[in-house]
């Protein structure tokens, strides 16, 4: 069972992630996504903008809006959802219970399909999402030295 302070903390480490991503980043992640995921983006971003790019500061702003209700998870999961999909078909039967050490070993092509900033979103989706894993990942995220650096 977690705490508030401990949701509120993960919650802020999800917040950060997000932040980190440039607007070029989280437009390039919306326009990747299927049909359905991008509909639900929409619907939290607002309408495009005049130039006919997704509306990320409706995006970020609906996120932090409504953090304790789980807007900021959604928003993430569903920016995320392709490098977590791929994170779990490589752990195969390992993706239930990753070790550090399984996350170390896929991080490198994780990072190389997916970019640095949008592996580190997924990693804190799943950290605020209280996986089993957590433990793991959140050692994962503060000590990895491919994530080193600003």
């Not at 309408?47 to 928003?75: H, Q, T, W, Y």
């Not at 170390?104 to 997924?122: E, S, V, Y």
Request: proline share 6%.
């Amino acid at each position: 069972m977690t705490t508030s302070k401990e949701r509120v903390t993960r919650l802020a480490a999800l917040d950060r992630e997000l932040r980190r991503l440039s607007d070029d980043e989280v437009i390039e992640l919306i326009e990747r996504l299927p049909p359905e995921p991008r509909a639900a983006v929409d619907r939290l971003a607002g309408p495009d903008g005049d130039d006919g790019r997704p509306n990320v500061i409706g995006l970020r702003a609906s996120a932090a809006r409504a953090r304790m209700k789980g807007s900021l998870e959604r928003v993430t999961a569903l920016l995320s959802d392709a490098c977590l999909s791929d994170c779990m078909e490589v752990l195969g039967d390992n993706a239930d219970r990753p070790s550090e050490l399984h996350l170390q070993a896929i991080l490198p092509g994780l990072i190389a399909r997916h970019g640095k900033a949008t592996t580190r979103l997924m990693f804190a989706t799943a950290v605020a999402g209280e996986v089993p894993s957590v433990v793991a990942i959140t050692r994962t995220l503060k000590n990895e030295a491919l994530f080193a650096g600003p």
